[in-house]
């Protein structure tokens, strides 16, 4: 019965992980499409709804300890929950780094774009796409995944450096575009850092499963 009871707790504590995960991958999609359509009203909405991704974050904490502490788990459900309470550290800074973006939305909503955001929304399918099977990845400990999520990363990195050469052509030529697109260059910095925390999650994976540290 007792080892039920703990099956059960870890299976929800999974189930939280797999929330606060959802939570972010929304949180990334609705900042980028604020920033897309300069919608301010939902760069806001994405900047509350950081406060429950960081309430999810603590709860979820509170709950490994409260299963270490009564459950005295060993070798791989310790590790399991070991790895949940860094994974929902990452997922709190992809949480921030949403919020960051969702506030350049608010900051250069007052004068139309430089230019259409093409490459931004075409990161951010990325980003969304490597959190969602990162965290699927773990749920099922399926390595293989963990290292085609994590290979991903060089994709971002491609459009991160696309993004910051074209907005400094942009710059060079006309000077009043800089402080638009030293914000624009943050928000894909931004994406990229969300990238690497996904990254990070994928080395982790395969520690746990491997005993191996890999580093993508």
Do not use: W
């Amino acid at each position: 019965m007792v080892r039920n009871n703990f099956d059960q707790e870890l299976e929800d504590l999974k189930q939280d992980l797999l929330k606060m995960g959802s939570m972010v991958e929304e949180a990334i999609y609705k900042a980028v499409t604020s920033l897309k359509e300069q919608d301010v009203e939902l760069a806001k909405e994405v900047m509350t709804e950081d406060d429950q991704i960081d309430e999810c974050e603590i709860e979820i904490e509170k709950k490994c300890i409260r299963l270490i502490a009564l459950q005295q788990p060993v070798a791989r459900d310790l590790r399991t929950i070991g790895m949940i309470s860094k994974i929902i550290t990452d997922l709190e800074r992809m949480g921030d780094y949403s919020f960051n973006i969702a506030k350049i939305t608010i900051t250069i909503a007052d004068k139309p774009l430089i230019k259409p955001l093409i490459d931004i929304p075409k990161m951010t399918e990325i980003t969304r796409e490597m959190v969602k099977e990162c965290l699927d990845a773990f749920v099922n400990l399926d390595i293989e995944k963990a290292e085609k999520v994590a290979k991903m990363d060089e994709k971002v990195d491609e459009f991160d450096d696309q993004i910051l050469r074209e907005l400094l052509t942009y710059m060079m030529e006309d000077p009043s575009t800089i402080s638009q697109a030293t914000c624009l260059i943050f928000a894909s910095r931004y994406l990229e850092r969300i990238a690497d925390h996904t990254t990070n999650i994928c080395e982790r994976i395969i520690y746990m499963v491997t005993g191996e540290r890999v580093s993508f």
